[in-house]
């Protein structure tokens, strides 16, 4: 059947109908041969062989769908998705030795490979379980990230030639998932391709927003290929040294930085209560940032053994009693239990998200500086690389590649320079904006621990740390105060996403407070924990912020300067006992100073008083 060019009605619903529908039910065949292997570990060897063999006949399904009944191989003679693969393929020129389309070469690939793990019926039961959920895993994310090539093919063909009838089909197809990388390059093409008629002036701004999605949606500029070679060339694809937040990194970790990507993609689920066995898999097995043949994953982040080396692990472990205190915590949010049972969806979504923001993502991103500054002290002089390494996937663990580069701070990401942009929105400290100042404060620390490690100055590599970890105390600081402020005004038993976010910001907090003063930490703690058995921030936000100011008077080094203040809590301190001071209100310290002034008005009169008595004492004592 001839697909392009044509503008038969039947041709436009039968593309429609691949694009649309018989896409998304492979999709769904890819999941269900997932689902069904995880369901096949928890059953007896009956159920769990039934199971094994569903994984393998849905990976059969998805690839006959795929396919057809009447496809010649190599060839566009065919009237199912493979074909319109060959055809976009033509166009694009990405055929392989002049026959088979490149991403229907790879599909192929993928199934057969996940065909061999399926091969034994112990696959999704025997010892490990866990290889066989893995690669399905993987497989599943790579095969959807190939079959993402034909729309954006045809997308990019439709929009050159302007068949706006075409635009609207494949913008449908391909504009939603650009909803899991970046929202405004996502409400930019919805709007420009979906809700209104398309104009050809908006032609290069769509192509770069479509563009600067590949690699969010697992796809390369070479996999696309160029649309008759002139009339859409082949893009570039991102360079080793792109910016990330203002940092510019000398080693290339552009795949570590779209560890971000997984974050978002579980915020978004967290959105669909069905939607936490999807969470648990990219949790686990991770998707969007390659490492090697597999992908870099988030539970690994929260339970490596190569934290211990950062001195800010063993707070968190004095304090919950567990390395994987993190982890832990997550996967019961996960599975809705212990601390979670009684919780809404919206807040075990909340606890998923911000606990890896705050308690996972922070802590190993510590260790990659540590890792730096162990590699400066074991280096030759003439090799930094691996300390470089480090100091850099420290960096982009902190900001994502969400972010945006140079001085274009953009807020885009959901790490802690996003946090820190929503706090000083909230703590009337922004500058330019909505930037937050600690935030141009760490890119000149980044950028001053790189020199350090380049220059190989160790000291100075370890006070830069330093430096950052009391920078990055900050939001965490201004989280608390502004749920605490949130929080007091819920009922128990609420149901709302805001308890869960203020317990997060403080169990990231509290381990340090404790290290401190354990009865500021209690006081946080008892506060600000998740529970439906009290009414939450009992005490009130004043008393949480009085404990904050308590634990940075006892030694808790925090660059105060950043804070700002919300609503009548203003803490206006010092990093240590020599000089702190904190204010919550201007009517407390006009009070303050009225009982100072009218204390010291009452002693005088005393003392005036008492002078005229004694002196006229004296005077009979002395009187003849």
Known sequence: MQLTGSTKRGTLVTESAMALNLWMYIAH?????????????????????????????????????????????????????????????????????????????DIRNLYHYGRSLLAFPSACTGDDTDFAMRGLHNLTNKMLAKMMIPLIQMLLYSIYEQDNTRIKI??????PQISACSDPDYTYLKRTLIDTAYERSEFHSVLYALQRSYSCLGITCEEVGA???????????????????????????????????????????????????????IYNFGKNSPDGESFRTLHEFATSSFRSGVPWFQRFHDFFGTDNFADENIQNAIDKSKDWIDSSDVQRGEAIVQNIKFSVMI????????????????????????????????????????????????????????AASEMCLHFDICVEGETAPIVAELISLFNKGKNSVVEGKCDEIESTIGSIE???????????????????NLDRGSFEGSLAIGDAFARALVPHLSAFDSKSASVVDNNM???????????????????????????????????????????????????????YSLSTIILSVLAVIFGLV????????????????KEKLHDP
């Not at 569903?54 to 009237?79: K, M």
């Not at 494949?170 to 504009?175: E, G, I, P, R, W």
């Not at 009452?602 to 004492?617: D, E, Y």
């Open 29 to 105: 065949e890819l999941y269900d041969a997932l689902d069904d292997c995880a369901l096949a570990m928890n059953m007896n060897k009956e159920e769990a062989l039934s199971r094994n063999s569903g994984s393998t006949r849905a990976l059969d399904e998805a690839i006959a769908y795929w396919i057809g009944a009447d496809q010649d191989g190599g060839t566009n003679r065919g009237h199912s998705l493979y074909s319109l693969t060959q055809r976009a393929g033509e166009m694009f020129g990405t055929l392989l030795f002049g026959a088979e389309a490149r991403a229907n070469s």
């Open 170 to 175: 494949y913008a449908t197809a391909v504009v």
């Open 227 to 281: 649309y008759s070679i002139n009339k859409i060339p082949k893009c570039a694809e991102t360079p080793t040294d792109h910016p990330l937040a203002g940092y510019v990194p000398k080693t290339d970790i552009r795949n570590q930085a779209k560890i971000d990507l997984d974050i978002k993609q579980i915020q978004i689920l967290s959105l669909y209560p069905t939607s936490f066995s999807a969470i648990q898999y």
């Open 363 to 418: 802590i190993f991103a510590m260790r990659k500086f540590y890792d730096a500054l162990f590699d400066c002290k074991i280096s030759p002089e003439d090799d930094r690389s691996i300390g470089l390494q480090s100091w850099d996937e420290g960096v982009a663990y902190f900001s994502g590649s969400l972010e945006g580069g140079g001085d274009n701070i953009d807020s885009n990401g959901v790490l802690l320079v996003k």
């Open 470 to 488: 009391s920078v990055m105390l900050v939001p965490l600081i201004q989280g608390n105060i502004h749920y605490a402020l949130i929080n007091e």
């Open 529 to 583: 924990s998740f529970t439906i058995t009290r009414k939450p921030v009992q005490d009130g936000s004043m008393e949480v912020a009085n404990a904050l100011d308590t634990a940075i008077y006892r030694g808790l080094e925090v660059e105060c300067q950043f804070i700002g203040s919300e609503d009548n809590i203003n803490l206006e301190c010092e990093d240590s006992e020599d000089g702190a001071f904190a204010k």
């Open 602 to 617: 009452s002693l005088l009169i005393f003392v005036l008083k008492n002078t005229n008595k004694i002196n006229r004492c």
